[in-house]
């Protein structure tokens, strides 16, 4: 796998979104700011996410959100 070297093209696994595919632009590019970076397990950048895909946490917090509008709703506070 290639350093960031200077950051002209993204590299190995930054080569597109995590989730859609869609590619990525590179790492000195003003676009990349928008894009989250994901971290491996050793810490070294593994994945990146383009901006219209959600997350892993993202979507964790949205299943609660959605899991606590059902208990609101059947408690029939779903406005409150």
């Known amino acids: 796998m290639r350093s960031l070297g200077d950051g002209s093209e993204p590299m190995g696994g930054l080569a597109n ?33 383009c901006p219209d895909c959600l ?8 299943e609660e959100d959605t899991q606590a509008l059902l208990r609101r709703i059947r408690r029939g506070r779903a406005l409150e």
Do not use: N, Y
Not at 18 to 28: F, I, M, N, S, V
Not at 57 to 62: D, N, S
């Open 17 to 49: 979104c995590a989730r859609c595919r869609r590619t990525a632009p590179g790492l000195d590019a003003h676009e990349s700011l928008a894009w989250e970076l994901l971290l491996g397990d050793d810490g070294e950048f593994a994945a990146v996410v």
């Open 55 to 62: 997350t892993g946490t993202e979507l964790r917090m949205r």
